[in-house]
């Protein structure tokens, strides 16, 4: 592998519950701007529209800022942490993130987000539309924004995986000079859902990128739990 590709897939417009989105991208997705498709490209496509699509939209009071809240408790099994108004939780899907991953950006006033309940299955569905529409394999990435202890700012990573590796396991493997690598994991779902948020933005409308070019071999069948540290090796639960 030597070049990757990424760009943003426009026209997808807004997303409502009950609507297919692995058909919305597989349209979007058919001829140019946005495709032709090929096997192995991968669709990164963002939790917000995911959630959208699922019916994970709770009403809150718009007048309220701290009126999510309550649903921050109700989707967490745990509370990390707590500082002035920001809760760290770990949610029933193991990851450990602010405010149990409930969102009101890009979203209308008086609602919020809630994480996708099975985001491996939510991308297994949108793959799986996609190859009955286009007849291309593909993978898929839930990917969600994500802060960092030790870390200042914000990253996207993957929630969810369908045909891609969540982890590459070097372990066993020579370096460059031959030496055995002992530790080396790389989280490269979240790597190329990072790849894909530069193409996608913020707030620019487009929840959908495509990467192209990867390794054929991270083509495999996964699970986003290849990406959460067991308990019994987070040394800092």
Do not use: Y
């Given at each position: 592998?030597?070049?990757i590709?990424?760009?943003?897939?426009?026209g997808i417009?807004?997303?409502?519950?009950?609507?297919?989105?692995g058909?919305?991208?597989?349209?979007?997705?058919?001829n140019?701007p946005n495709?032709?498709?090929?096997?192995?490209?991968i669709?990164?496509?963002t939790?917000?529209?995911v959630?959208?699509?699922?019916?994970?939209?709770?009403?809150?009071?718009?007048d309220?800022p701290l009126?999510?809240?309550?649903?921050?408790?109700e989707e967490?099994?745990?509370?990390?942490?707590?500082?002035?108004?920001?809760?760290?939780?770990?949610?029933?899907?193991?990851?450990?993130?602010?405010?149990?991953?409930?969102?009101?950006?890009?979203?209308?006033?008086?609602?919020?987000?809630?994480?996708?309940?099975?985001?491996?299955?939510?991308?297994?569905?949108i793959?799986?539309?996609?190859k009955?529409?286009?007849?291309?394999?593909?993978?898929?990435?839930?990917?969600?924004?994500?802060?960092?202890?030790?870390r200042?700012?914000?990253?996207?990573?993957?929630?969810?995986?369908?045909?891609?590796?969540?982890?590459?396991?070097?372990?066993?493997?020579?370096?460059?000079?031959?030496?055995?690598?002992?530790?080396?994991?790389?989280a490269?779902?979240?790597?190329?859902?990072?790849?894909?948020?530069?193409?996608?933005g913020?707030?620019?409308?487009?929840?959908?990128?495509?990467?192209?070019?990867?390794?054929?071999?991270?083509?495999?069948?996964s699970s986003?739990?290849e990406?959460?540290?067991?308990p019994?090796?987070?040394?800092?639960?």
């Open positions: 592998m030597s070049r590709e990424a760009w943003g897939v426009e417009g807004e997303i409502s519950p009950g609507m297919q989105l058909e919305v991208i597989a349209e979007a997705c058919a140019e495709g032709p498709l090929r096997d192995g490209d669709l990164v496509v939790q917000k529209v959630s959208k699509a699922e019916g994970r939209m709770v009403q809150i009071d718009p309220d009126s999510h809240k309550a649903l921050v408790e967490s099994v745990r509370v990390v942490r707590r500082r002035g108004d920001l809760i760290i939780t770990e949610t029933k899907h193991g990851f450990v993130c602010a405010n149990s991953g409930i969102d009101l950006s890009n979203v209308d006033a008086g609602w919020a987000a809630l994480l996708p309940i099975d985001s491996d299955r939510s991308a297994r569905r793959r799986d539309i996609v009955a529409k286009l007849g291309v394999s593909v993978g898929v990435i839930v990917s969600d924004t994500f802060g960092r202890p030790w200042m700012g914000l990253t996207d990573v993957a929630i969810g995986v369908a045909g891609v590796a969540g982890v590459i396991d070097l372990r066993g493997t020579p370096d460059d000079r031959g030496r055995i690598m002992q530790v080396t994991e790389v490269i779902a979240d790597e190329i859902a990072s790849a894909a948020e530069l193409v996608m913020k707030s620019s409308g487009i929840p959908v990128a495509v990467v192209r070019g990867i390794e054929p071999s991270w083509l495999r069948e986003v739990s990406l959460i540290r067991p019994a090796e987070d040394l800092f639960r």
